[in-house]
C-alpha cells in the first residue's frame, strides 16, 4: 500500500470527522469544514475522505443504491441504517457466530463479511407517533418520486454555486459518473434542473422544491 501523505487539509478532515457522532456523507463533512476552511470544495473533501479511506485511516460506509458516508471507526462492525431519514449508526454482533456462513462460496476466496441492517430510528418512530402513528416505513414526501441517486444528484448541485458537469458532480456526489449521466437526463425532463450553458448543470426551484 502506497505510504499516505498527511496534508494538513487531511489532518483537518481527520480531525473533524473525529467529531462527528453519526457517519457524515462528503457534502454534510464539507458544511462543518468550511467554517475552518471557508475556500475548501466539496471535490476536495471528497477526493481526501476516498484517499484516506484506501489508505485504511477511515472506513468507507457503502450501503446499497445509497450515498457514500464515512466513518472514523475502522474496526470491524456493522452499521443499522434508517429508511427514512438516511441515518446510520454502529451495531456490533455479541458474538462471531451471528455471523452467516455460505453453503457455496462459488470459488472465492472470501476475505470477509458485511451484514447490514435496516430499520427506522429513534428520532423518525417518534416523529410518527407525533404525527399520529402513521405507519412506518411508507412517510410520503415531495421527493417520492425521486430514487435516491437522483436525489443525491439535486443535493450536489443545490449545494453549488457554480454550474457543473457531469464529472464534478460525479467526484462531489460519490456517484458513478454513468449513473449520475442518465440521472442528469431524466431530471432535466422533468424540470428539476437546467442547462444555462453546454455540458453544466443547475438545481432549478423546482428541483429545490423537491429536495426541502
Avoid at 487539509?9 to 457534502?27: F, M, N, S, W, Y
Avoid at 475502522?74 to 455479541?94: F, G, K, Q, S, T
Amino acid at each position: 500500500m502506497k505510504k499516505l501523505r498527511m496534508t494538513h487539509q487531511r489532518e483537518v478532515i481527520l480531525e473533524e470527522l473525529a467529531k462527528c457522532t453519526g457517519h457524515p456523507a462528503a457534502d454534510e463533512l464539507h458544511q462543518r469544514l468550511k467554517k475552518k476552511m471557508p475556500r475548501i470544495s466539496l471535490a476536495t473533501v471528497y477526493r481526501n475522505l476516498e484517499i484516506l479511506a484506501e489508505a485504511g485511516s477511515i472506513k468507507k460506509i457503502e450501503i446499497s443504491g445509497r450515498q457514500k458516508r464515512f466513518d472514523w471507526e475502522v474496526r470491524p462492525h456493522n452499521h443499522i441504517y434508517c429508511l427514512e431519514c438516511h441515518r446510520v449508526d454502529n451495531i456490533r454482533l455479541e458474538s462471531e457466530t451471528q455471523v452467516p456462513q455460505p453453503d457455496d462460496d462459488r470459488g472465492y476466496a472470501i476475505t470477509g463479511c458485511r451484514i447490514e441492517f435496516t430499520g427506522i430510528c429513534p428520532v423518525c418512530q417518534k416523529k410518527h407517533f407525533e404525527q399520529g402513528g402513521s405507519s412506518m416505513g411508507c412517510a410520503k414526501c415531495k421527493s417520492d418520486s425521486l430514487n435516491a441517486s437522483q436525489n443525491q444528484v439535486l443535493r450536489t448541485l443545490a449545494l453549488s454555486k457554480n454550474p457543473c458537469g457531469s464529472k464534478e458532480i460525479a467526484a462531489a456526489s460519490g456517484l458513478d459518473a454513468k449513473e449520475v449521466s442518465g440521472n442528469l437526463s431524466a431530471l432535466k425532463k422533468i424540470g428539476y434542473i437546467a442547462s444555462p450553458v453546454r455540458c453544466k448543470y443547475e438545481i432549478t426551484p423546482e428541483g429545490k422544491k423537491a429536495i426541502a
